[in-house]
């Protein structure tokens, strides 16, 4: 038996819960990065050794990311989201606490944090896809706006935080608590995952397209096109604040200042973008933005004042807003191989995410950190070249692909 659909008013309740979970996430995980130097400072790290700390965030998000589907569609996405927002603000206090104290204990902490922030990105995404599906209209990219205006937040914060100098760990311990208890509170207000209309479920959908979309040129070039995107996003969330602090010699705060006007920058191209998709085509829209985010990292690098770097941020946000959304969106043109699609582009993305930052922290350990991100320019160029790959297909080319 089918269950009755959820009312208008609880398909508005979830809507306002799916914003909620992607805004905590993003909240959350800026909160972090805004302390990233302070942390480095106390455990006198170099950059090589910052770049291996942040690591386990990676490893901790590679092993959540095969393990959540399977997770959510056991327990589904409310329960999971409610699951890793506990998870994740022990991760936070463990790292924020375990900085006090050694390397050690900020690795442990931080491997929960991507876990946990890993499992968390995928069951919302689920919650948003069943929202959508009611709402009969496109509202994913304003989710992602969300987390932005979420890490946004979370990167102001952390400003004051370090201007008012509030000890790392006590900011932090506050950010896990608050984030907890809101997320949990909000997830009581997502729609089951079942009950949006259509046979199946995002996480019941069949996955035999999945190993076959591995054999697709398309769909790998836009794997790779989202790739080069997701590492300018990673890197930016990072490394800015460093690179700010060391290669510009900014103060601590305005660091901090420098990372919250790229997230910014980021967050107005999420939310205004689909109205220039709409009006000019993906092709023109990403390329255009792949230029503006190679100007964006030139100015950051090579600026001559501080002045300089910071507006080089905001226009590296800016050009790093839309590419993973319009990848995904490429992936799903065909909605009988979306799923194995979407999957492919996912995982190869995921990739920059999480080895991205630490390849900089390498890198930056020979070059320096400032140098290292002329990495991000060249992997624009690079998603400028193949951006041909996202134009929508026309019907009669959804078979070919795969004949």
């Not at 690795?107 to 995928?122: P, Q, Y």
């Not at 699609?341 to 070059?367: D, K, M, N, Q, T």
Request: neutral net charge.
């Amino acid at each position: 038996m089918t269950a009755a659909p959820p009312s208008p008013s609880a398909v508005r309740a979830a809507t306002a819960a799916t914003y909620a979970a992607f805004i905590g996430s993003g909240f959350a995980f800026a909160s972090w990065a805004s302390r990233i130097p302070q942390v480095r400072d106390r455990l006198d790290l170099d950059s090589a050794a910052l770049g291996l700390v942040l690591l386990a965030i990676a490893a901790g998000s590679l092993l959540a990311l095969p393990l959540s589907g399977p997770v959510v569609s056991r327990i589904g996405s409310a329960r999971t989201v409610t699951a890793m927002a506990a998870l994740l603000g022990v991760g936070l206090t463990t790292a924020a606490l375990g900085s006090l104290a050694g390397v050690v204990p900020v690795v442990i902490g931080l491997f929960l944090l991507g876990f946990a922030n890993g499992a968390w990105d995928v069951a919302m995404n689920v919650q948003g896809t069943v929202v959508e599906r009611h709402l009969k209209r496109s509202i994913m990219s304003r989710f992602h706006a969300g987390f932005s205006l979420g890490t946004v937040a979370g990167a102001l914060l952390g400003a004051g935080a370090i201007a008012l100098d509030v000890p790392v760990a006590a900011h932090l311990v506050v950010v896990a608590v608050v984030v907890v208890v809101a997320v949990v509170w909000y997830t009581r207000r997502f729609i089951a995952d079942t009950d949006a209309p259509g046979d199946e479920s995002p996480v019941d959908a069949p996955r035999s397209s999945a190993l076959s979309a591995w054999r697709e040129p398309r769909t790998l070039l836009i794997g790779v096109f989202v790739l080069a995107f997701a590492f300018a996003e990673g890197v930016g969330n990072d490394w800015i604040s460093v690179a700010a602090i060391d290669g510009h010699g900014v103060s601590a705060a305005l660091g901090t200042l420098a990372f919250a006007a790229f997230l910014t920058a980021m967050t107005v191209g999420r939310w205004f973008g689909p109205g220039l998709l709409d009006r000019y085509g993906r092709v023109p829209v990403v390329r255009a933005l792949a230029a503006i985010g190679i100007v964006g990292v030139a100015m950051f690098v090579f600026a001559p004042s501080p002045i300089v770097a910071f507006a080089g941020t905001l226009l590296w946000g800016l050009g790093s807003s839309l590419g993973f959304p319009v990848g995904m969106s490429a992936g799903g043109d065909d909605p009988r191989r979306a799923a194995g699609r979407v999957s492919v582009i996912a995982s190869i993305g995921y990739c920059a995410f999480l080895a991205g930052p630490p390849a900089i922290g390498f890198l930056g350990h020979e070059i320096t950190v400032l140098r290292a991100l002329t990495a991000v320019a060249v992997l624009l160029g690079v998603a400028a070249a193949i951006a041909t790959t996202v134009r929508p297909l026309a019907p009669t080319e959804h078979d070919a692909l795969v004949s």
